[in-house]
């Protein structure tokens, strides 16, 4: 019997910011979390360089990105599908 085992990789769905990088997209996670003292709702944001072989995701796409190997000395994520695409303004 072969069961599909869960992946142990982390995944976060965040923006892109940057596209200029070659096969490189910056995304921004946010998060709501409680303030401890003042029990308020406060947003935390990180961002993150993940890797983009085909260059097929831009700015302002929302998409899902998966822990990986080290890439390079900043990139530590591959961008795994897109979630929505960017309004055109």
């Known amino acids: 019997m072969t069961e599909a085992k869960p992946s142990l990789k982390r995944t976060l769905i965040g923006k892109v910011v940057s596209d200029k990088r070659a096969k490189t997209v910056t995304v921004l996670v946010e998060r709501r979390v409680k303030h401890e003292l003042y029990d308020k709702i406060v947003i935390k944001s ?37 979630v929505q695409k960017a309004a055109l303004v």
């Open 46 to 82: 990180s961002k993150y360089h993940a890797h983009d072989e085909n260059g097929e995701y831009k700015l302002g796409d929302i998409i899902e990105i998966t822990e990986s190997r080290p890439l390079s000395k900043t990139k530590n994520w591959v961008a795994t599908r897109l």
